[in-house]
């Protein structure tokens, strides 16, 4: 299955400053998500990214506040920008495994916004 | 809409005794269930899913159409086996998103 490199696995951010996560997997996938797990509660999906068009955002999710790039196959970010207390999330990209027809999914970025 | 619901945030057994998290679901289609697990200090894998029918690490799980449930059973369960577990379900196809449960924190006693 895929291997997904996410980092960083944590940060202690100001508020009102933007912090980018980075995701690159050791295989090429046309689809990668990002997600969002508040303290105490589930993941939320925030954005579905595919190579070469915008990204896919559920709803309460907005660009402006998590854009995402993706340039290629292997590779994408996510920006919490102009962040808030509100913020502090962990923050888990996700691919499709089809090896097992599941999801893989990156360790995790813990943000804690100040 | 889609949801997962899981009633239970914790549950605690002790080694040995059997074990079921409850999980269930609302979709208007044909959706495919996952369970997934998080062991301390580790990421989110999946443990198994409705369609491949497979037990792993002692786990099963049974869908259940009419009682729209995907609860995940243990025979017998080891210390090991305590962790975080959500279930999820996606609209199927392979490349649609995953709705989590909440998750069931289990802690296995010795």
């Known amino acids: 299955s895929a291997v997904i490199s996410q980092k960083p696995s944590r940060d202690i951010c100001q508020r009102g400053t933007s912090l980018t996560i980075q995701c690159q997997v050791d295989s090429q996938v046309t689809m990668m998500f990002w997600y969002r797990q508040q303290p105490g509660q589930s993941l939320t999906l925030i954005a579905t990214a595919n190579q070469g068009s915008e990204a896919t955002y559920e709803s309460g999710f907005v660009i402006d506040k998590f854009p995402i790039s993706r340039p290629n196959l292997t590779f994408s970010t996510l920006t919490v920008s102009n962040m808030s207390p509100e913020d502090s999330s962990i923050y888990l990209c996700?691919?499709?495994?089809?090896?097992?027809?599941?999801?893989?999914f990156g360790s995790g970025t813990r943000l804690t916004v100040v | 809409a889609q949801r997962v619901t899981q009633p239970e945030k914790l549950l605690s057994v002790f080694k040995g005794a059997p074990v079921e998290l409850k999980c269930n679901y609302s979709y208007s289609g044909s959706p495919e269930l996952f369970w997934y697990v998080q062991y301390s200090r580790q990421r989110l894998q999946l443990l198994l899913r409705?369609?491949s029918r497979e037990s792993i690490k002692g786990f099963t799980a049974d869908l259940n159409k009419g009682e729209t449930s995907f609860h995940l059973k243990k025979p017998f369960a080891q210390e090991e086996d305590s962790a975080m577990y959500y279930c999820?379900?996606?609209?199927?196809?392979?490349?649609?998103?995953?709705?989590f449960g909440k998750g069931t924190k289990l802690t296995v006693n010795p």
């Open positions: 996700s691919v499709e495994d089809l090896s097992r027809a599941g999801y893989t």
């Open positions: 409705h369609i």
């Open positions: 999820a379900l996606s609209g199927g196809g392979g490349s649609e998103k995953l709705v």
